[in-house]
């Protein structure tokens, strides 16, 4: 197939996750209900004192959370970015853009990327690119939104259940080693909904990686959003397939104390967030609720779901007698359930 027609095929299968993802239904237990946080009786701080911010990629920003990967590219997804760009700025929090081979073969293609950079000026901007891409498409990436850091996604359960998709895994982790030690940017490997386990991280981590996003089970559903697609083959048998982002988080974390985590996958709550920051993750990754709710309910909708959690996030800080967001990291968590069982089985 030649690029031209590589890249309309690309273009069209953008705008179709987004409306398919409207239609998918989320693949639901992320693994949090397992994760127990207890109420401190005796908070010894003052609601009005409670502060989310945090620094992250040597940026202070709003709260532990970025709205993650989602598009770019089409006439479609212009105004989509555009106006996550406006949340990311009104709020100061990092944003991600969807991955950017599309414009790197046709420089038309580029508007809807750079937008995101020209209305967040000074915020944190996340590149994102396929982890086989060569190291020449990871600078034209990162030059291309002046981004703060790369993301480059792992993704074989969705790449299997797409038709014109990838058929060839080898050699991406030494594609990511060379990538990792000549990027001028934090490099950043996600996954896109199926989780990272404690073995890829600590591979990862072996090759220089420092920030891992588990883009983990729980969330949006890869697999549902491309058997829409699919007219002859049916990938149903793979909806269960994934690790819960809860435990993708051990995972990581066990892999090494000093991985940065961007704990993301069907985190729709704030409870789901002080539990990601309890457990160690960096912030949080949110693409699906933010996606919904703006589609569904207009830029305020997007605003007010952002703020809600905001305000959320504050109510279990007062709860759990913290009123900064890194000292969330020294408050305890228990396990129970599926999650406990698992845990026993791997790291005891
Ligand atoms: C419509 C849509 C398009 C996406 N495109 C990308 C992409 O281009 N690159 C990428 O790394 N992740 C992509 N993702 C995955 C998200 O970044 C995220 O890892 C995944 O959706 C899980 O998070 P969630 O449950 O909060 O949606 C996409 C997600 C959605 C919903």
Redesign the pocket.
């Known amino acids: 197939m030649n690029r031209e027609n590589e890249n309309k095929i690309r273009a069209a299968r953008k705008d179709e ?2 409306k398919l ?1 409207m239609k998918s239904i ?1 693949a639901k237990d992320n693994g949090f209900k397992d994760i127990v946080l207890q109420n401190n009786a005796l908070p010894e701080t003052d609601f009005d004192n409670i502060n989310t911010e945090l620094v992250f990629l040597n940026k202070i920003i709003g709260m532990p959370v970025m709205i ?4 770019g590219g089409t006439d479609y997804t212009y105004d989509i970015n555009k106006q996550l760009a406006q949340l990311s700025m009104t709020y100061n929090i990092p944003m ?1 853009v ?2 950017q081979t599309i414009a790197l073969h046709d420089l038309s293609k580029q508007e809807g990327f750079k937008i995101v950079r020209e209305i967040n000026k000074s915020g944190i901007v996340i590149a ?1 690119i396929s982890a086989n891409s060569s190291y020449e498409s990871v600078c034209e990436a990162v030059e291309m939104i002046s981004a703060d850091a790369i ?1 480059l ?1 792992l ?1 074989t359960a969705q790449e299997i259940c797409m038709c014109e998709g990838d058929r060839s895994f080898k050699g991406i982790l030494s594609n990511i080693k060379n990538i990792v030690h000549i990027s001028k940017v934090p490099v950043i490997v ?4 199926f989780g990272i386990s404690y073995e890829t991280a600590k591979k990862l981590h072996n090759v220089g990686v420092k920030y891992i ?1 588990t ?1 983990g089970k ?3 559903n890869f697999v549902a959003i491309e058997d829409f697609r699919n007219k002859d083959l049916d990938y149903s048998f793979l909806k269960h397939w994934g690790i819960p982002t809860a435990l993708s988080l051990i995972e990581c974390k066990h892999a090494s104390r000093d991985l940065h985590i961007i704990c ?4 729709t709550k704030a409870e789901e967030i002080v539990k990601a920051i309890t457990m160690g993750a960096a912030i949080t ?5 933010i ?1 919904r709710e703006l589609l569904e309910n207009g830029y305020d909708g997007a605003k007010a779901c952002i703020e809600k959690l905001q305000y959320e996030m504050k109510v279990f800080m007062l709860l759990l007698g913290v009123d900064e967001i890194e000292k969330l990291s020294k408050t305890n968590y228990l396990l129970k359930g599926e999650l406990l069982q698992i845990y026993k089985q791997k790291f005891i």
């Open positions: 996750h987004i993802f989320s993650n990967a989602v598009t991600a969807g991955s994102n993301q996604h993704n996600k996954e896109v909904g996003d883009g729980g969330g949006t993301s996958g069907g985190i990754g949110i693409s699906g609720l996606l």
